[in-house]
Each structure stands twice: as C-alpha cells, then as structure tokens.
C-alpha cells in the first residue's frame, strides 16, 4: 500500500456500497469496508467520521458548487430561468459516470429509516444552498424561498427517473422534468 | 383531579410550550410539564411517547386529513387546483386561534437540532400525504410526485409568513403564496 492513496475515498466508497448490498448497512464494519478496500482503518477515519458518512461524501462540496453555478449563469434570466440553468449545468456531465453506484446508494438508504431521515437533511442542505445562491443573484427573499424547493422537487424526481431506468442523460430529464412541473403549476 | 381529562392533551401541550420558551427545550423534563399542567406524569404518558412529541401531536392526523380535504375537492379540477383547494380548506379555520401556540413551537423547534431534524420529516409527512391524495383523486404519478412537495412549499411559506406577522388570515396569505409560487414558476 503506497503511503499516499489518491483515489482512497473512492475504493472506500466503492467498497462500502458493494458489502452494503451484499450484507446490509446495519452489519458492514468499518474494518470490514477497510479490508476489502485493502486500505486501513486509519486511512478510512481520515476521510469520513463513521460509515454513514461514505453514504454522504458529496453532499459536502454541494453549497459552494451550486453557489459556483448559480454564480455563473448568464445575466438577464428570470429566477425560474436561474434555476433550470443552475440545475442544468449541475447535472450536465457530473452525475452520468455515477449511475451503477447512484442505484446501490440510493437501495441502501431506502432500507434504513435513519438514513431515509438523514437523506431528508441532505435535500434541505441542497435547498439552502439554492435559495442562498438566488438571493446573491438578487432574487427577492420570498421568490427565492419558494423556488428552492421547486429546484429540489425538480432534480429528486428526475434522478429518480434516472436511476429507475429513463435512457436519457440526467441533464436532459431535467430539462423535461423542469417543464413538465411548470406546465403542472401553471394549469 | 377528574378520572377522565378530555382536555389534558391540551393542558400538557400548553404546559410543555410555556416551559420551553422559559427554561429552553433541553432543561425541561416531563414531570414539570405534569407539574405545571396539574395532572399526573401517568396522564402525560397515555398521550405521548416523551415530551418531543408533544411538538408534533398535530402532525398525527395529517395524512386522515390531506386525504379527506382531497377526496371531497369538487370535480373537474386541475392537480394544481386540487392542491390549492386542498390547501385552503385545511387552512380556513384549522390554525387561526392557535397562532399564539405555533409562535412559540417554531422558536423551540428552531432552537434545537434535533427538532429541526424532526420537523423536516413532518414535512415529508405531509408531502407524502398530498402525493396520495392526489394519486386517489386520479392525477397521474409522475404529476402528483412533482406536485406535493410544491404543495409542501407553498404551506411552509404561507405559515412563516403569517407566524412573522402578516395579519391577512392563514388561508388568505396560502391563496396569495400560490398565486406568486405561479407566476414566478412560469416566468
């Protein structure tokens, strides 16, 4: 094992998801995700404070990414045009290398309440960070507290859809998403 | 002290809120609520489990009452016009007199952790609920999938809105909070 390992969170991750399909999240061991990574344990406890938290990885990147992409979209776009765009630009190559590991992911928290609750958490993190991000580009206060939701509405049901089977890229069923939720609202 | 106390969830719940708002959520124990509510920790125990629940004893009938509101909306109506109706006929009488109270829920809930984490699942809850009840009124999956946590949105503002001080009443503020979720979705 070199001392530097690059690439450790990854194989961790991977490991994690592989003996949480085969075993359950409640009886993998953190020696056991090491030992099939071919890490040690030292080195899983420099990246995550427990095994939940492998689960979670990136969610942490996910308040100053969105604030990046909301940051750089185009001027003149109404706060609906400032949501897709930021959505679209999150989704557009990002998620699709993922989807194998994003279908485990999302079967493992499906089959434990605590982790269902702390997936809840991780939307409302997501819809801080996009009402933050619409306040910065000067959207009002309450339109941007309405919108936020409507983001996370958009982007849990189309990486549903995703994961579920829909052959299309992630970016392009949140384009339809988007527009099918507009045209729900509006009639 | 009666045998039967057909208003001692009441008492309790006026008791408990009195006591967080004095001492904070964590210094309070249940035997001061009884203490305070005059009635027997006994008593206390045969309407809530522990004395977080006493925040959330309302969302117990929730989804019984989405489903209901729901399923009596009048024909011939658009998925967003049945979560409008739904929305005003569980707001138009329901909360008015217990302002009061939920000024006080929010500002203990807000100042804990866990009860923050607690009332994001009343959320879900809910979401849950108007999904349903408009699956049962014939709107189709992915519509009502899009559409209940929309719902969610527009209940969660209206609420702020009103507890922050606007003196319209609830379904008011909920009827004028869809129409600007509208225009700024369709913009």
Known sequence: MSRWEPDAAARLERAALELFAEQGFAATTVPQ??????LTTRTFFRHFVDKREVLFVAERELPAYVASVTAAAPDGLTPMQLVMHGLASATATRFDPWREQLVARRAVIRSDDGLRER??????VLSAAVEQGLRARGVPDATAALLAPVAVAVFDASLDRWLDGDPRPLAEIVAATGRELQAAVAA
């Not at 997936?119 to 409302?124: D, R, S, T, W």
């Open 119 to 124: 997936e809840l958490l991780k939307g409302q």
């Open 33 to 38: 995700i090491t030992a099939r990574a071919g």
